[in-house]
Each structure stands twice: as structure tokens, then as C-alpha cells.
């Protein structure tokens, strides 16, 4: 029987011989593998929970402009026929897959001031290239849970015996209410198209410099309120840098960006995405229908968010902290 690595490699047609897939790390909606053979070696992308092919075209739309704007990412592959996404037969799980360049490189050091000064010309390169979009922002960054909508989530919870059931009843009774509050729609006219998910997490350092990884989300978000997102994470989150967070906002303003960090309400995108994934993780954690492997990755992020959740005074100083920068 075919395994799955020969079989991307007849479908991307890569070359004969034997490959191997390697597991390599598991995010949110999807599987990296590492596929070895013929002498090279591809990043494959399993997709665990289903396939938006016009999502998929936005990747490759964004991701093939930025490369021709002087922003390195991997090669994203077509298959045989054309397609940025292929499906595996039934016989090998029916998955949907996805072929990357594999990039060899370490994690970004986001205390580094060239990677942070990098970040800020990255993103502003994107939201200068994706002005003028007429798509609206995804609700994962315009709204959240409501009052209702957790004390559903939390009832199917404790009715599941999970151990942090208490720490999501406490989140739902205090944090998300008061996150909640600044989070809203965009002003239209700050849209773009852009990547939504900088972090240092997809980006790898290699002999050429930054690698931006993970284009999966591309679309349409206010360009205030992605750079406040990017501030906070590359900064440090709740233990922010302010050195750190005003060098990577001078780069962006240096390189022609147009985004402006003003109050909490720049924040919205920060708030909506943390409070949305707590919401979904936990869903996922408690239901029937997935595997094991995925009600256990689920609620182990549960946890983690719980845990790592922005602070409003904090992210009230950070804001404090870039006055002047405008």
C-alpha cells in the first residue's frame, strides 16, 4: 500500500525513491510534517479540520506579493495539477495537505533589536501592498463570545468533568467580560490585506536573515490594530519591553506604514483572537465527535491561554508607553 509521503510526492511530483514523513509540531488547525526523500527535504501542512480553498488562494496571492516586495517566505507548492491543496485518499486518513519549501533556520529572538526593527518594516511593507481591499475583516477579529455564549461553554464543561473548569469560571466571570468591552469593528478605511499572525513563533532566522512562516490566515484586518497585536506579543505581552515596543513601531512608521496604536480600543484584534481561541480550544476539548489526540492538544491550550491572557493595566501601560511615537 502507498504510504503518505509517496504519495505527495506523486502528486507534487518530487522524485522517486523512499520518503518519510517526520512529525515536527502541531499548531491550531494543522500537522507539520517533515518529508524526506530524493535528496530534499518539503514541509508539508496536514489540515485537521477541513479546507477553505479561497483562504488558501488568499495565502498564495499574499504570500507570492510579498516575496516580489523583498519579504522571504517559503515556496508555496503547487501540485500536479495546479492546486495549492491536495487530498489524501481515504485509505491514508482523507486529510487535506499543503507543500512548503522546508526552511532550516532557529526561532526568532525577539529581543533582538535588528529582528524587532525587521518586524516593524515587514509588517509595513504588507499594509502598504494590501491598502485598498474591499474585503471586510473575518468575525475571529471583529467580535467574541458573548455573556450567553460562555455560560453555554461553561455548563458543557463542568458537565465534563474537565480539571480546569474552575479556571475557565473564573475567566468567564472577570477577564473575558472585561476584554470584551474593546472589542468591536474596524474603521473601513484602515483595512488591508495583510498576514495576521505575526509572531515570533513563524518566523525562522537563516543565513539570509527573517523567514516568515504561516500565511494560512492572509486577509483583511485594520492596519492599527495588527501592529498593536504585533507591539504587544513582540514586546513581551504583560511584561512588555518599552525599548522594544518603541523600536519596532519607529520601523514601522520609518518604512511608510500606516497603522496608529491609540487606547485600548488598538487592541481589539488582540482581545477578539485570545478570547475566540479560549472559546473554541475549550468546545474542542469537550467534544465527543474529534480524537482524543485533539480534545487533549485542546485543552492543554485551554490552559495555557488561561495562563497567558492580556492584562489591561498592562496593555494600558504599553499604550501609555508609545505616546509620542505618532
Not at 509517496?6 to 502528486?11: G, N
Not at 522517486?16 to 509540531?25: D, E, S
Not at 483562504?55 to 516580489?68: F, N, T
Amino acid at each position: 500500500m502507498q504510504n503518505t509521503g509517496d504519495f505527495i510526492a506523486d502528486t507534487y511530483a518530487l522524485g522517486t525513491g523512499a520518503w518519510t514523513m517526520t512529525p515536527v509540531t502541531r499548531g491550531a488547525l494543522g500537522q507539520i510534517w517533515k518529508l524526506s526523500g530524493d535528496g530534499s527535504s518539503w514541509a508539508v501542512k496536514e489540515l485537521l479540520f477541513g479546507c477553505d480553498e479561497r483562504q488558501v488562494a488568499r495565502e498564495a496571492a499574499l504570500r507570492d506579493a510579498a516575496e516580489k516586495l523583498g519579504i522571504s517566505a517559503p515556496r508555496f507548492m503547487p501540485n500536479s495539477t495546479g492546486a495549492y491543496v491536495s487530498q489524501l485518499p481515504a485509505s491514508l486518513g482523507g486529510s487535506y495537505v499543503k507543500l512548503y519549501d522546508w526552511v532550516d533556520g532557529t526561532g526568532a529572538d525577539a529581543s533582538d533589536p535588528e529582528i524587532l526593527s525587521w518586524c516593524g518594516r515587514t509588517l509595513a511593507i504588507l499594509h502598504t501592498a494590501g491598502e485598498g481591499t474591499s474585503e471586510t475583516p473575518s468575525s475571529w477579529y471583529e467580535r467574541c463570545p458573548q455573556e450567553a455564549d460562555w455560560a453555554e461553554l461553561y455548563k458543557g464543561v463542568r458537565r465534563a468533568g474537565v480539571p480546569w473548569a474552575d479556571a475557565l469560571g473564573r475567566f468567564v466571570d472577570t477577564t473575558a467580560a472585561e476584554l470584551a468591552r474593546y472589542v468591536g469593528p474596524s474603521d473601513p478605511g484602515d483595512v488591508v490585506t495583510s498576514h495576521l499572525d505575526m509572531r515570533p513563533q513563524n518566523v525562522l532566522v537563516g543565513p539570509a536573515g527573517p523567514v516568515l512562516l504561516d500565511w494560512d490566515n492572509a486577509g483583511a484586518i485594520s492596519a492599527g490594530r495588527e501592529l498593536a497585536r504585533a507591539v504587544y506579543v513582540w514586546s513581551g505581552g504583560n511584561r512588555f519591553r518599552a525599548d522594544s515596543a518603541r523600536r519596532l513601531v519607529r520601523a514601522y512608521r520609518d518604512a511608510g506604514g500606516r497603522g496608529v496604536v491609540e487606547g485600548l480600543d488598538s487592541f481589539s484584534v488582540l482581545f477578539a483572537t485570545d478570547l475566540n481561541y479560549v472559546y473554541v480550544q475549550a468546545e474542542c476539548a469537550v467534544d465527543p465527535g474529534v480524537t482524543a489526540a485533539q480534545r487533549e492538544f485542546a485543552s492543554n491550550q485551554v490552559v495555557a491561554s488561561l495562563a497567558s491572557l492580556p492584562d489591561l493595566s498592562a496593555v494600558s501601560r504599553l499604550t501609555a508607553a508609545l505616546d509620542g511615537e505618532w
